[in-house]
């Protein structure tokens, strides 16, 4: 759920900062799926990263959902390499596939998939861009503002006080 | 089903943190409207508690629903969710007339000590009640949903989760202001009649229909976003925008619309008089009677039990065994040994959280003191615990050996260690116990036991008097002095004196010894022993005692040097003078580290501070920092907490190869693997500020207490605040690093 209802939402949300879906990276048409590769966060850095696809019928646009997904990362400087197997079930949109991956370099990734369905093979190819991990601090702001602005509230507390006992109430 | 629509009301995403946000804020609406009901049962209905369910229900069926997952791929989907948070969710939630039960529901220190300044100062009432005005609300709402429609910024929305989350925010919040003089929100005054709302709403519903006309006679498509997402079961993205305005436009002037004819009914309604009926309940003023653990069913029933703690004991004395055995005879592997796991992994991190959620649970159901229970049926002790070794000096060092030897041997790593500690730990306690009066163990020496009283300062339950002037007529004081059935308190805490949970293990025997049954486990405000400080029966004033300080301090920095041993950069930092010196082993790079850490730089840091202290105090040095190093238990608290759950939550199921290993099964090796949930350092985070925030606040209260005016008592607290800050950056450095998962393998 996205934070909305207290200012202490905004500490919650960092949580949750994504999710399946995001930003299209990719789209395909091979054999008879269209195939869409999303992935968050946006912009993509390294660590924790969610990369998701929709499989859907050529015709009619309807969502595949008995296909198997098979994937591979290698960082294109580093030759690291990374699989991962992308389900609904880990997916939170379940017309969707969906891996958690963690990205460890910043830089050029090649990305290859590979669907299964009905016993036939599809295959793509894409790339994806991974910047350099966000600054921890950075992504941890309102956890570390917190104490400052309840400080803050204190002391404007203090001051009500001090003004109402001056006014003599 | 068609597999597709099952697909699709399957994707429900429950984010528990905003759920649990959510439960806490039902639940203090549903209590402030329990105590409402019975006072203003005409005005706060059954109704009312139904709306604001609804509402709330109504934001998590827009957030957390298929409508937000599907949100991305379909601008309907996207509309439907918008139209549920400003046009459902925010009128449901303030028919609930939310202000005065919210505020009810709230602690009590909470709404008078914290917010009650804020409730009457003139300035924010006056700036409230503009803020309230309709030409306020019906601008700040048509403003929100112009802007956010814009394609830039609602292209942004949907790309970006933070934008996300600050446009719905945005919609929300505008949309609870507009119909805030449409509701009429007790205790705002209205400030138009009641009948302008109605070209109040329609004009609103000119700005939405006008919105939603763009939408739907549009002939490109305004979002790139969705023009750029995969289209599904062939919608095109024109028709999806299309059929968008078309929600925005019917069911959302609906809601316009149907206010309106209410509003319309009642103006031309003849006006009655309502007399207004009486309150047959005489409200006079009472006293609640406190909450009490003893006092909620079955809990309270299996409390009082008379052999509870006893089963418990013998429970843990099981469990005791059991580590001991496999740390003896086991695999010396440490995450397939129990020993290396369950007191280490478990037994820390659930001791920590009972601590912040209850009391010192653990030393309630103490195996240790059971076997020398035992014996004293056959032996009695003939001694008195010597004068001069009644202080908490032996506690303190044995905390700073353990501490210190934690990380020089590695016991977290070697379960034939740890089964040795567990042993050693059994002859001590009986060995001591057996020769000494009373828990001389217990009160003078354990040092688990001294962890727990010094954390459960800041526990939320305290065993205590329920009613004082009971205890007042009292003549046999049958709690301290016991009587034939039952021992009094071996700790010797008599409770018409007792504050706090210091040297109280919550062993009960109190309570069974009262005859009057004047003895609960009542609740405390957080850290309040800490921020009153009262004299306490059988500890005297815990901020005159320099041996307490000292424990207070080992605990508090042990508690970020345990942490920070843990880290990459200090294990480096270790191994590199270890390699330069050449030396055989870790322990000496260990002992000095823990000399300085624990020793030596906290004693001159608190003597400084101390010393500067005394610059807006009147009182002596040992007085200020005996006093104000106890205002640092929730800092390094918090600093506990943060550490070992993080060991729990990422290693709970490490048991499970531990106990398969144990019972001669081949271990399932998955769960050797910690797993830690991306949501750990939100939580360490929430610790570490919460600890910061009440030791401050302690801190203020002791400056208070021993100044003479507000300005002295910031110029007594500031070192001790800076100091505090300096822990709590040390904290938050901690977190941030990568961290040794001892006791299992990193995944």
């Not at chain 1, 200012?7 to 960092?14: E, G, K, M």
């Not at chain 2, 800050?725 to 901690?734: E, K, N, P, Q």
């Given at each position: 759920m996205?934070?909305?209802?207290l200012?202490?939402?905004?500490?919650?949300?960092?949580a949750?900062?994504?999710?399946?879906?995001?930003?299209?990276q990719?789209?395909?048409e091979?054999?008879?799926?269209?195939?869409?590769?999303?992935?968050?966060?946006?912009?993509?850095?390294?660590g924790?990263?969610?990369i998701s696809?929709?499989?859907q019928?050529?015709?009619?646009?309807?969502?595949?959902?008995?296909a198997?997904?098979?994937?591979?990362l290698?960082?294109?400087?580093?030759?690291?390499?990374?699989?991962?197997?992308?389900?609904?079930?880990k997916?939170?949109?379940?017309?969707?596939?969906?891996a958690?991956?963690?990205?460890?370099?910043?830089?050029k990734?090649?990305?290859a998939f590979?669907?299964?369905?009905?016993?036939?093979?599809?295959?793509?190819?894409?790339?994806?861009?991974?910047?350099?991990?966000?600054?921890?601090?950075a992504?941890?702001?309102?956890?570390?503002?917190f104490p400052?602005v309840?400080?803050?509230?204190f002391?404007?507390?203090q001051?009500?006080?001090?003004q109402?006992?001056?006014r003599?109430? | 089903?068609?597999?597709?629509a099952?697909?699709?009301?399957?994707s429900?995403?429950l984010?528990?943190g905003?759920?649990?946000l959510?439960?806490?804020?039902?639940?203090?609406?549903?209590?402030?409207?329990?105590?409402?009901h019975?006072?203003?049962?005409?005005?706060?209905?059954?109704?009312?508690?139904?709306?604001?369910t609804?509402?709330?229900?109504?934001i998590?069926?827009?957030?957390?629903?298929?409508?937000?997952?599907?949100?991305?791929?379909?601008?309907?989907?996207?509309?439907?969710?918008?139209?549920l948070l400003?046009?459902?969710?925010a009128?449901?939630?303030?028919?609930?007339q939310?202000?005065?039960?919210l505020?009810?529901?709230?602690?009590?220190?909470?709404?008078?000590?914290?917010?009650?300044?804020?409730?009457?100062?003139r300035?924010?009432?006056?700036?409230?009640?503009?803020?309230?005005?309709?030409?306020?609300?019906w601008?700040?709402?048509?403003?929100a949903?112009?802007?956010w429609?814009?394609?830039?910024?609602?292209?942004?929305?949907v790309r970006?989760?933070?934008?996300h989350?600050?446009?719905?925010?945005?919609?929300f919040w505008?949309?609870?202001l507009?119909?805030?003089p449409?509701v009429?929100?007790?205790?705002?005054i209205?400030?138009?009649p009641?009948?302008?709302?109605?070209p109040?709403?329609?004009?609103?519903?000119?700005?939405?229909?006008g919105?939603?006309?763009?939408?739907s006679?549009?002939n490109?498509i305004?979002?790139s976003?969705?023009?750029?997402?995969?289209?599904l079961?062939?919608?095109?993205?024109?028709?999806?925008q299309?059929?968008?305005?078309?929600?925005?436009?019917?069911?959302?002037?609906?809601?316009?619309?149907?206010p309106?004819?209410?509003?319309?009914?009642?103006?031309?309604?003849?006006r009655?008089?309502?007399?207004?009926?009486?309150?047959?309940?005489?409200?006079?003023?009472?006293?609640p009677r406190?909450?009490?653990l003893?006092?909620?069913?079955i809990?309270?029933?299996?409390?009082?039990?008379?052999?509870f703690?006893?089963?418990?004991?013998?429970?843990m004395?099981?469990?005791?065994?059991?580590?001991?055995?496999?740390?003896?005879?086991?695999p010396?592997?440490a995450?397939?040994?129990?020993?290396?796991?369950?007191?280490w992994?478990?037994?820390?991190?659930?001791?920590?959280?009972?601590?912040?959620?209850a009391?010192?649970?653990?030393?309630?159901a103490?195996p240790?003191?059971l076997?020398?229970?035992?014996?004293?049926?056959?032996?009695?002790?003939r001694?008195?615990?010597?004068s001069?070794?009644?202080s908490?000096w032996i506690a303190?060092?044995?905390?700073?050996?353990?501490?210190w030897a934690?990380?020089?041997?590695s016991?977290?790593?070697?379960?034939?260690?740890?089964?040795?500690?567990?042993?050693?730990?059994?002859?001590?306690?009986?060995?001591?116990?057996?020769?000494?009066k009373g828990a001389?163990?217990?009160k003078y020496v354990?040092?688990?036991?001294?962890?727990h009283?010094?954390?459960?300062?800041?526990?939320?339950l305290?065993?205590?008097?329920?009613?004082?002037?009971?205890?007042g007529?009292?003549t046999?004081?049958?709690?301290?002095?016991?009587?034939v059935?039952q021992?009094?308190?071996e700790?010797?805490?008599?409770?018409p004196?007792k504050?706090?949970?210091?040297d109280?293990?919550?062993?009960?025997?109190?309570?069974q010894?009262c005859?009057?049954?004047n003895?609960?486990?009542?609740?405390?405000g957080?850290?309040?022993?800490l921020?009153?400080?009262?004299?306490?029966?059988?500890i005297?004033?815990?901020?005159?005692?320099?041996d307490?300080?000292?424990m207070?301090?080992?605990?508090v920095?042990g508690?970020?040097?345990?942490?920070a041993?843990?880290?990459?950069?200090v294990?480096?930092?270790?191994?590199?003078?270890?390699?330069?010196?050449?030396?055989?082993s870790l322990v000496?790079?260990?002992t000095?580290?823990?000399?300085?850490?624990l020793?030596?730089?906290?004693?001159?840091l608190?003597?400084?501070?101390?010393?500067?202290s005394?610059l807006?105090?009147?009182?002596?040095?040992?007085?200020?920092t005996?006093?104000?190093?106890?205002?640092?238990?929730?800092?390094?608290?918090?600093m506990?907490?943060?550490?070992?759950?993080?060991?729990?939550?990422?290693?709970?199921?490490?048991?499970?190869?531990?106990?398969?290993?144990?019972?001669?099964?081949a271990?399932?090796?998955?769960?050797?693997q910690?797993?830690v949930?991306?949501w750990i350092?939100?939580?360490?985070?929430?610790?570490?500020?919460?600890?910061?925030?009440l030791?401050?606040?302690?801190?203020?209260?002791?400056?208070?207490?021993?100044?003479?005016?507000?300005?002295?008592?910031?110029?007594?607290?500031?070192?001790?605040?800076?100091?505090a800050?300096?822990?709590?950056?040390?904290?938050?450095?901690?977190v941030?690093?990568?961290?040794?998962m001892?006791?299992?393998?990193?995944h």
């Open positions: 996205k934070p909305l209802l200012p202490a939402f905004v500490i919650l949300a960092q949750t900062a994504w999710a399946d879906g995001g930003t299209v990719l789209r395909q091979a054999g008879d799926l269209v195939i869409t590769v999303f992935t968050s966060p946006s912009p993509l850095s390294v924790p990263a969610d696809l929709l499989l019928n050529r015709d009619g646009l309807e969502p595949v959902l008995d198997k997904v098979s994937l591979v290698r960082a294109e400087d580093s030759g690291i390499e990374l699989q991962a197997q992308p389900t609904r079930e997916a939170r949109n379940k017309l969707l596939y969906a958690p991956v963690t990205l460890f370099k910043p830089g990734w090649r990305m590979v669907v299964v369905r009905n016993q036939e093979e599809t295959d793509g190819v894409g790339s994806l861009e991974v910047a350099a991990a966000p600054d921890k601090a992504s941890y702001a309102a956890f570390i503002a400052p309840m400080i803050g509230l002391i404007v507390r001051w009500l006080i001090r109402r006992s001056q003599g109430e | 089903m068609d597999p597709i099952t697909a699709v009301l399957a429900w995403t984010d528990w905003s759920l649990c959510l439960l806490t804020i039902a639940a203090l609406y549903f209590r402030g409207w329990l105590h409402l019975a006072e203003l049962p005409y005005k706060y209905t059954t109704g009312r508690l139904a709306s604001f609804g509402g709330l229900f109504a998590v069926l827009a957030l957390d629903s298929p409508i937000d997952a599907l949100g991305a791929l379909l601008l309907q989907a996207h509309m439907i969710q918008h139209l400003t046009m459902v969710a009128p449901l939630l303030l028919l609930g939310p202000v005065l039960p505020l009810r529901g709230l602690p009590r220190w909470l709404f008078k000590d914290a917010l009650g300044p804020f409730l009457s100062c300035e924010l009432k006056q700036l409230g009640h503009a803020i309230v005005h309709p030409v306020v609300t601008f700040a709402w048509s403003a949903i112009v802007v429609h814009f394609p830039r910024l609602y292209d942004l929305a970006s989760p933070g934008w989350q600050a446009e719905h925010a945005c919609f505008s949309a609870v507009f119909w805030w449409v009429d929100v007790w205790p705002s209205p400030i138009w009641r009948a302008a709302m109605i109040y709403l329609l004009f609103a519903g000119m700005v939405n229909m919105l939603s006309a763009v939408l006679f549009s490109h305004l979002y976003s969705y023009a750029l997402a995969p289209r079961w062939g919608i095109s993205a024109l028709e999806d299309a059929a968008a305005g078309g929600i925005m436009w019917v069911p959302g002037s609906i809601a316009m619309l149907i309106v004819a209410i509003l319309g009914i009642r103006a031309l309604e003849t009655r008089a309502h007399p207004m009926k009486p309150v047959l309940r005489v409200l006079t003023p009472h006293r406190q909450w009490d003893l006092r909620i069913p809990i309270g029933p299996v409390l009082q039990y008379r052999h703690r006893r089963c418990i004991q013998a429970a004395l099981l469990l005791a065994a059991v580590v001991a055995i496999d740390g003896f005879f086991g010396q592997v995450p397939m040994n129990l020993a290396g796991v369950l007191p992994t478990h037994w820390r991190g659930l001791v920590v959280i009972a601590l912040l959620l009391g010192n649970l653990f030393c309630m103490c240790f003191t076997p020398r229970d035992l014996a004293r049926k056959f032996v009695t002790p001694y008195h615990w010597p001069r070794l009644r908490k303190a060092g044995l905390l700073a050996t353990y501490l934690y990380e020089a041997f016991l977290w790593d070697s379960p034939s260690s740890t089964a040795w500690i567990i042993l050693g730990y059994f002859v001590a306690a009986f060995a001591v116990d057996i020769v000494f001389s163990f217990c354990c040092p688990i036991g001294h962890f009283f010094v954390h459960s300062l800041v526990s939320p305290q065993v205590k008097v329920r009613e004082p002037a009971v205890c007529s009292c046999t004081h049958d709690c301290i002095r016991g009587n059935q021992r009094g308190c700790l010797q805490l008599f409770q004196r504050a706090g949970n210091f109280c293990t919550f062993c009960l025997d109190c309570v010894a005859p009057q049954n003895v609960g486990i009542l609740r405390a957080p850290g309040q022993s921020l009153e400080d009262h004299h306490s029966s059988g005297g004033r815990l901020s005159r005692r320099p307490v300080a000292a207070v301090l080992i605990l920095f508690a970020f040097l345990n942490a041993g843990m880290t990459e950069p294990m480096m930092w270790m191994h590199q003078w270890h390699a330069r010196l050449q030396l055989g000496p790079i260990v000095v580290m823990y000399l300085g850490g020793l030596i730089i906290p004693g001159l608190v003597a400084a501070c101390g010393w500067i005394r807006g105090a009147k009182a002596s040095w040992k007085d200020l005996c006093s104000f190093s106890l205002a640092l238990v929730p800092v390094g608290f918090s506990w907490l943060a550490h070992l759950s993080n060991h729990l939550i990422a290693g709970w199921s490490t048991v499970i190869p531990a106990v398969e290993k144990f019972v001669s099964r271990p399932s090796v998955n769960y050797l910690a797993w949930p991306d350092p939100s939580l360490e985070l929430c610790f570490l500020d919460l600890g910061l925030l030791t401050l606040y302690t801190t203020w209260r002791v400056a208070r207490r021993l100044s003479t005016g507000d300005g002295m008592a910031l110029a007594a607290m500031s070192p001790w605040a800076v100091l800050g300096a822990l709590y950056s040390t904290g938050i450095w901690i941030f690093q990568p961290m040794q001892r006791g299992m393998i990193m």
